[in-house]
Every structure is written in C-alpha cells, then in structure tokens.
C-alpha cells in the first residue's frame, strides 16, 4: 500500500482539528476514510460534506477496548482492510498546573486517552496488516514529548512515552512490511494547542499551517518517508532533506526517544 486510491485509513479524533482535515485530505486523494471520535453528531457532518460510500463515520472512545474493536471490525466490514492508522486523538489537562497541583484523575485521563488509546488500536489493527504483508501505523505526537513544559506534566509525559510505544512497535514489525511513524504536526492552531497555553520561548512564526501538518502524513501515506519508519518526525521538518538522510539518521540512533550521552563514552547512552 503506497496511499494509492481505494486504500483505506482510519483516522482517531476525525470530528475536528487535526484529525478533520486529514479525513478530508485523505479523501481527496482517492482513499476510503474511517472516521472516528466520541462526537457522533461531527461525525455525521463531516462525512455529510464528503459524501459518497467511502467515508463512514464510527462513533466510540479511544479508551474503550469494545468499542475500538467495533470500529475496527466494522471499517473492515464497509470498506475494507485498513492500509493506513493514523492515531490522532488526543487530549491535555484541563488547566496548566504544576505537577503538585495538577488533579490525579485528570492527569491520568489525558495519560489514558493518549496512550492507552493508541495502543488499543495498533492492537486491533496490526494483526490484519501483518496477515496482509503491508500497511502503516502513524501515532500522531508533539514536540512537548521531548521538550518540557512544567504546566502540561501529562501532556508532555504521554507523548514522550507515545513517542516510545512507536520506537518499540517499529522493532517489532521489522521486516514484516508494516511500518510505523512517530508524526509531531506542529503548532497548529486547534482547541488543543489553545489549552496548552504558549510554548516556552515559541515565537509567532512557530505555528504550523493546517495544509503543512497534514502533507506529512500524506507523505507517509504515499511512502515518501518509509526510510524514517520508527523514527520522529516533524512537519516543519525538510521532508526532502530527511528522506535524504534516512540511513544516517537510522545508523546515529537519531529521533527517537532516548538518553543523551553526559559525557564521552557514557555506557548508558548506547544503543
């Protein structure tokens, strides 16, 4: 599967933001669309404006294994084998905090949604992809998973472990054709990135453009970035430059998550 028409995806947190506007790119590029989220009613207007036989729209909640199993069971059923997961859904705290104020459910709720949630869908969509010998998994992250932001704990915690479920899914698919991607949009300006207040330091030419963060994972969608399978990859990134500098980039262990070296030959440090 190379995003060719006819393919299928299925795309987490499609009833607004981010995840509308790939559901509609996607679309637009010839390929069925799954469209998931907990708002039944988004989802009905936003296959409405599609249109066609081609775009379902599945209510449910990442968090609930029943029903992401529903919504997998019945994607397949409608349109078909699902060729590209992209795990878009996601949540913040409610309000900034420090980690000694925040409230213990809320921090582990946006925990739940954004890591619970994707896991729940690799599993029920990877076991297909492996039978088929193709397919693409694209967990959906932010740069808060590896830069710090003292009053979104959760937030950042939840992405930087995302950021490790991708690294340890992509090992393990190794070779089987199945590919998995670790896809930080950017600043988008969404509900979500206004709850996350501003980034330390971020300037007002930090934002990312909708078109640009959703052209990444057309990219992926299209194969552009197999190389970089496993590792993070930004939308403001070169793309170009990146494909470019793929086996570099895979043999200095670069974009992913992981320790840096305090010092020359720091044992822990190696991969």
Known sequence: ??????????????????????????????????????????????AAELGGDDVL??????????????????AERVLGPIDLLVNNAGAAEPRETTLWEADPEAWWGTITTNVLGPMLYIRAVAPGMLARGSGRIVNVNSLLGVWTLPTQTAYGVSKAALGKLTAS??????????????????????DLTSDLGDLPGARDDS????????????????????????RFIHARDDLDTLTLRAAEITARGGRV????EAFDGDPLSRR
């Open 57 to 74: 729209a599945l209510p449910g909640d990442v968090t609930d294994q029943q029903a992401v199993t529903t919504v997998v069971e019945t």
């Open 169 to 190: 899914l992509s090992a393990g698919l190794a070779g089987t054709g199945v590919l998995a991607f670790d896809y930080s949009p950017g600043r988008v300006r969404t």
């Open 207 to 230: 934002w990312t453009s909708m078109e640009q963060a959703v052209d990444g994972v057309l990219a992926i969608a299209h194969g552009r970035l197999d190389a970089l399978a496993g």
């Open 1 to 46: 599967m190379s995003g060719s028409r006819g393919s299928v995806a299925l795309v987490t947190g499609a009833s607004r933001g981010i995840g509308r506007a790939l559901a509609v790119r996607l679309h637009q590029a010839g390929m069925r669309v799954a469209a998931t989220a907990r708002s039944a009613e988004a989802l009905d207007a936003l």
């Open 257 to 260: 998550v992981s320790l840096t």
